[in-house]
């Protein structure tokens, strides 16, 4: 069973960036599909973007596409999330997800077919 440890979050005004992390134990990350989802007060969790094993192919949502890039090392066993011309919008709480999806060459886009997640790291973007 892989943990999942988030951190990079904090206060940003409009334009700005972050770069978050997530970092992996327990087991090695390269045979996990990876994703990032992102929950705001009142509303439901969703998918930001997401990456295969090999990091060889990503998805990302419409809302961040453009303006945010998945990344991974699986020598380092992190995932990262560069996140560029934050919006309001964009405020928060980032979670890490990891899943055992059968499909190498794809990734899941659903909070559903995730099995273990991190604690979730605050992104408040100021206007």
């Known amino acids: 069973q892989v943990q999942l440890v988030e951190s990079g979050g904090g206060l940003v005004q409009a334009g700005g960036s972050l770069r978050l992390s997530c970092a992996a134990s327990g087991r090695t990350l390269s045979v996990y599909t990876m994703g990032w989802f992102r929950q705001a007060p009142g509303k439901e969790r969703e998918f930001v973007a997401a990456?295969?094993?090999?990091?060889?192919?990503?998805a990302y949502a419409d809302s961040v596409k453009g303006r945010s890039t998945i990344s991974r090392d699986n020598a380092k066993n992190t995932v990262y999330l560069q996140m560029n011309s934050l919006k309001p919008e964009d405020t928060a709480i980032y979670y890490c997800?990891?899943?055992?999806?059968?499909?190498?060459?794809?990734?899941?886009?659903?909070?559903?077919?995730?099995?273990?997640w991190g604690q979730g790291t605050q992104v408040t973007v100021s206007s």
């Open positions: 990456i295969t094993r090999s990091g060889g192919s990503t």
């Open positions: 997800a990891a899943t055992n999806w059968p499909r190498p060459l794809t990734v899941a886009l659903t909070t559903t077919s995730y099995n273990y």
